[in-house]
């Protein structure tokens, strides 16, 4: 990599993230089932009908994999509870094995020097909170404000930053609108009540977090460069809707206390009654913003189509595995906007960045040099919009190991570092290394 340290501030953070589903292993220690156990288990959801519960077997092999983040010369590691681990029904009793992994993770991490920078949810809700309807019943919030105090209670001293949820609009939209991830619901209702509530719960673990005396306290969206597939008025107006739904409904809430109109007019009718009077709770004052950015989409309009009336086009940029256009500009453009829009001086991070490829191990070798050049260009575009005035502290490669990529399987490969599932032997890539020469002391 032509990048390294020496390119960005001097307190810039480097680290890498996971998460809790997607590595541990979650048929281990006593963890109670999720909707994504009962998702995998139904036909046609997931390729091969895979789980995640071996996954990375992260459960036993943390000491192994927290070596390799800091042997990378990574500063911190974003990594994630599992509601279930600690609390199997989501509520009652603690599995009391679960919080203690906790615990020792945490440890580990600060033995090797590595912040804890801690996600609460990351999109494994208990399945007996899915049977009183999940993110649709408004109780949500308070239940997911309870798991909060427990884990923190017992974890909160030792965290450098915590984000209650990871990318709301997976939560709420891609699994309650357009059903391709647990739940896998398909109801404009059920979808625009994930939305609000996914933002309330958000707004009530902030609120106990620093009823705790906590700080550090941020909210992690994914963004999706919304693009019109061409010039008409058509297209640019449901890239607009697209932008709403995707970007601005999550961010206007929590930083504006307010949806934008372009999508209210679809989903008000189906919002629950009062939801106004939750504004001020999803929209009070955080200490960070984070950013999980990998593509953009272009957007046309289909008249044809039930509200939002729109469809996304192919495009013509290079591709990741995942079928995703390679558009580094986005990233730039996204730290820009919302510093410009939305958190002002409030510090940015880049906490999701990456992308899947089929990698092979060759002569015990796994070399990626498309992943190095993936992140090469969106680091040059980190370091553009922190020229440009944007206030970014950090940024995350997404992920330290190849692992549980959701209704995709085992089979998209994100990871640094080769994982084989068979045996679950680790290999670091060509990336790893270009990463860890660029960020030690070679690097400085």
Request: with cysteine; aromatic share 12%; net charge negative.
């Amino acid at each position: 990599m032509k990048l390294t340290r020496k390119d960005f501030p001097e307190d810039f953070i480097f680290g890498t993230a996971t998460s809790s589903y997607q590595i541990e292993g979650h048929a281990f220690g006593g963890a109670g089932r999720t909707h994504w156990d009962d998702y995998a288990a139904t036909p046609g959801n997931v390729s091969r009908a895979e789980d995640g519960g071996r996954a990375c077997d992260h459960y036993h092999r943390y000491p192994e994999d927290l070596d390799l983040v800091a042997a990378a010369g990574f500063d911190a590691y974003r990594f994630s509870i599992s509601w279930a681990r600690v609390l199997p029904d989501g509520r009652g009793a603690v599995n009391a094995e679960g919080l203690d992994f906790y615990d020792r993770l945490t440890d580990a991490m600060l033995e090797r020097g590595l912040a804890p920078y801690a996600t609460l949810y990351h999109w494994e809700l208990p399945s007996a909170l899915a049977d009183l309807g999940g993110w649709r019943n408004g109780d949500i919030g308070d239940w997911f404000a309870d798991y909060t105090e427990i884990v923190m209670t017992r974890l909160g001293d030792r965290m450098a930053t915590v984000a209650p949820i990871n990318e709301p609009w997976c939560v709420a939209w891609l699994s309650h609108f357009m059903g391709l991830q647990a739940p896998g619901i398909r109801d404009i209702r059920a979808a625009a009540r994930a939305m609000h509530h996914v933002l309330l719960a958000h707004g009530r673990a902030t609120q106990v977090m620093r009823g705790l005396g906590m700080g550090g306290l941020g909210g992690v969206f994914n963004l999706e460069w919304s693009n019109p597939a061409d010039d008409s008025e058509a297209s640019r107006l449901a890239a607009a809707r697209y932008d709403g739904i995707y970007n601005r409904w999550f961010m206007g809430g929590v930083f504006k206390g307010e949806y934008p109109a372009i999508v209210l007019e679809g989903l008000e009718p189906h919002l629950p009654s009062g939801w106004q009077d939750d504004m001020a709770l999803i929209s009070q004052p955080l200490d960070w913003c984070g950013i999980n950015y990998y593509t953009r989409k272009n957007i046309a309009a289909d008249p044809r189509a039930p509200w939002p009336s729109l469809t996304d086009v192919p495009g013509v940029l290079p591709k990741t595995y995942m079928d995703w256009e390679i558009y580094p500009e986005g990233l730039h453009d996204f730290l820009i906007r919302t510093a410009r829009e939305y958190t002002g001086d409030l510090p940015l991070y880049v906490t999701e960045n990456g992308m899947a490829a089929h990698d092979d191990i060759m002569a015990g070798e796994c070399r990626d040099p498309h992943r190095i050049d993936y992140y090469e260009k969106h680091l040059s575009e980190v370091a553009r919009a922190i020229a440009g005035g944007a206030p970014v502290k950090g940024y995350f490669a997404w992920s330290l190991l190849d692992n549980y990529e959701w209704s995709f399987g085992y089979d998209k490969r994100f990871g640094l570092v080769h994982v084989d599932f068979d045996t679950l032997a680790r290999t670091p890539k060509g990336s790893y290394h270009a990463m860890k020469a660029a960020l030690t002391e070679a690097g400085r």
